[in-house]
């Protein structure tokens, strides 16, 4: 079971805000230098898609097959994950570099997405909105 940090990192609430109960948060020391990363055109097709955005940035644009779970829901989630290579999305890049490493530390064989959903459409892949307005990048 993973502490909370005092801090908890850019983008990821301190309590989860329908319980108000600490969130697990991945620590800041988790170091990223080691984890595998793709370009976003290099993603296969069949590959499983973690986007680990929050739910705002989610609705308004996301590749059609990914699996939704916010970075800070990962430790509550990580048995969601399937077996096998797991690439990790964010919206630039950053906090699905943490993610994936964190993963790895957590026995998941996670890639990188390098650049994020910003490079994933700047590649040509899909996008969907879960608002009914066209899909965008937030």
Do not use: F, K
């Not at 948060?25 to 988790?30: M, Q």
Request: proline share 13%; charged share 20%; with cysteine.
């Amino acid at each position: 079971m993973l502490v909370p940090t005092s801090q908890p990192p850019c983008g990821v609430p301190a309590r989860a805000p329908e319980t108000s109960r600490p969130v697990p948060l991945l620590p800041p020391e988790v170091p990223v230098s080691d984890t595998p990363r793709v370009p976003a055109a290099a993603v296969p097709a069949d590959a499983v898609l973690v986007d680990v955005r929050e739910q705002d940035e989610w609705d308004a644009g996301h590749a059609p097959d990914a699996v939704h779970i916010p970075m800070g829901e990962l430790p509550d989630r990580l048995g969601e994950l399937p077996e096998g290579d797991v690439h990790v999305v964010c919206r630039s890049g950053g906090r699905s570099a943490r993610a994936s490493a964190w993963l790895q530390q957590n026995g998941v064989d996670a890639v990188d997405v390098a650049g994020g959903m910003g490079a994933w459409l700047e590649a040509g892949r899909p996008l969907v909105s879960e608002t009914g307005q066209d899909a965008r990048v937030l």
